[in-house]
């Protein structure tokens, strides 16, 4: 049968509703009867002793809030009756030793990827176009109609149909076409922004950075790069950008600058014929066995709900330790949800210089989400707190899961490429998109995305693993969703079974063998980050 609440940890004082519970509900619990005080959703927390104002309230072993009147023991936890609270930290107070899980299983796996001649090795292999600056994204626009119709022959859209019966009157029948990519071995994308002039040079700087990083990642081929000529983003500060993070970059990189070119036709004219040249060439390029070591997965959550710290997180925190014994990477985003797990983050580096570099990150991006009125707090969104996670300390301590328990080897600011295996921390915004084009900036060829609720986020050039945390949703959304770790919350599975299920379908995805939702659904998100401005 399955248990109605559980502690996710021995010194916590609250615990998860598994199930829903009514009012006058008694529950067995650690030898006990506890009375339901409130009509409680699954999800949410009960408490297990009683509060007096200003106690400390304690989940996954960690300070997540206090209480902000009495509460007494088995009523709901809200955020009237509960308020954010974290843990102070200024630098080292250990040294955590790290015991490996086994891998013997895993070490002479490989997956079928791209190998690029920097010795990294893509699970996609795609010619990218984008622009330097926003006044060039009309052209990015045309080229993307131009090179889709003509190398993809697309399915009749079903909503498309719909209208046309509706605006003749006739039911109309579509004859849908089957896909047939002209080539076989490589994907063409394009990707938009609004940025590259205007704001602060930084902003132009930052996203040098990190266009830089998407062309220099294994999951890209070449690119065609437009630029107007005038604008804040120059030629040559991408050039440095790409040149600091590769200088021996050996991938094709076609740059065309309207300006100095003439008229619009004459430069797309030329944009054609060059790279549907390049992009033959790189279709040539073929999938060959690869170590799980060129894995570099990025770790994100988004549309979290009250299982997602106790199921789909820490089943990906399993899966990243996984990795890392076999000498992979894996990277931990969003540092406005790892408020509350500085300390434990700190002390798991491996350099106290790491250590210092992350909290001055944290410090420095708290102290300007402040200046500009609001607050770490103000993180947990109404569909968070909706669902269980009522502040962001507890959002925070759950999201942190997916890190697992590895040593932190490295720490990473917005736009600053992967350059050490194993378990990375990357500076990012809680905000799934600009997130999630982050960690692909920085070097991820897959990213592992957790979800409670639901969302539809993919990447222009990475698949994008959506795994829910919870069956029901699953079933609600079976288009978004590839993976559901649902059987953790209903005692089917462990943790370590359901993070070997989840090793085996990345291999598959990186191989190739299995496309995400998201690919399916051309799901192709690019956000930028301005510093700053973002949760």
């Known amino acids: 049968m399955q248990k109605k609440i559980i502690k996710v940890n021995a010194p916590d004082n609250v615990a998860v509703a598994l199930v829903d519970l009514k009012a006058g509900d008694v529950v067995s619990f650690e030898g006990e009867d506890i009375k339901v005080l409130s009509d409680t959703k699954s999800k949410h927390k009960i408490a297990l002793q009683r509060f007096e104002p200003g106690d400390r309230i304690i989940m996954y072993s960690v300070l997540v809030g206090s209480a902000n009147g009495v509460i007494e023991k088995g009523d709901v936890l809200t955020t009237e009756n509960v308020k954010h609270q974290s843990e102070k930290v200024s630098g080292r107070t250990e040294t955590v030793q790290w015991t490996a899980p086994n891998v013997e299983k895993w070490q002479d796996k490989t997956f079928m990827g791209y190998h690029r001649e920097d010795g990294q090795v893509g699970t996609e292999n795609v010619w990218l176009f984008f622009p330097l600056v ?258 962001d300390a507890m959002k925070s301590a759950g999201a942190a899961k997916k890190g697992g328990t590895s040593p932190v080897k490295d720490v990473l600011d917005y736009g600053e490429y992967i350059s050490k295996p194993g378990l990375n921390l990357l500076c990012t915004p809680g905000n799934d998109v600009e997130s999630t084009t982050g960690l692909v900036g920085s070097g991820a060829n897959v990213v592992l995305f957790t979800t409670g609720l639901g969302t539809p986020t993919g990447n222009p050039i990475a698949p994008i693993i959506k795994v829910s945390s919870n069956t029901e949703l699953k079933e609600k959304m079976p288009d978004i969703i590839d993976i559901e770790t649902g059987a953790v919350i209903r005692g089917e599975k462990t943790i370590d079974e359901m993070a070997e299920e989840m090793l085996d379908f990345i291999i598959e995805v990186a191989s190739g063998r299995i496309q995400t939702k998201a690919k399916l659904l051309n799901q192709n998100d690019f956000i930028p980050w301005r510093r700053g401005v973002s949760l």
């Open 134 to 391: 926003f006044c060039e994204n009309r052209n990015i626009e045309i080229l993307k109609d131009v090179f889709e119709r003509e190398l993809l022959k697309q399915k009749v859209n079903p909503h498309q149909m719909l209208l046309r019966s509706l605006v003749s009157g006739e039911d109309q029948t579509a004859v849908a076409e089957q896909s047939t990519d002209v080539f076989d071995n490589i994907d063409v994308k394009f990707i938009t922004h609004p940025g590259g002039c205007g704001g602060i040079r930084q902003d132009s700087e930052s996203l040098a950075k990190l266009l830089a990083g998407y062309v220099n990642n294994p999951n890209v081929a070449g690119c065609t790069v437009l630029s107007l000529g005038c604008q804040n983003l120059q030629i040559s500060v991408f050039k440095a950008a790409l040149d600091a993070i590769n200088p021996n970059l050996n991938k094709p990189v076609l740059i065309y600058e309207q300006q100095q070119m003439g008229t619009v036709d004459e430069m797309l004219t030329a944009i054609v014929k060059d790279s549907f040249e390049a992009i033959k060439e790189a279709n040539k390029i073929e999938r060959k066995p690869a170590p799980l070591s060129k894995l570099r997965v990025g770790l994100e959550c988004g549309g979290s709900d009250g299982f997602s710290g106790i199921s789909a997180n820490p089943t990906l925190g399993a899966v990243s330790d996984l990795l890392v014994a076999l000498n992979g990477t894996a990277v931990l985003a969003e540092f406005p949800e790892l408020c509350g797990v500085e300390q434990e983050l700190v002390n798991r580096c491996v350099d106290d210089a790491d250590g210092e570099k992350f909290l001055d990150l944290m410090k420095a991006y708290e102290k300007s989400v402040v200046d500009a009125g609001s607050g770490f707090d103000m993180n947990p969104s109404p569909g968070n707190i909706k669902d269980g996670l009522i502040t």
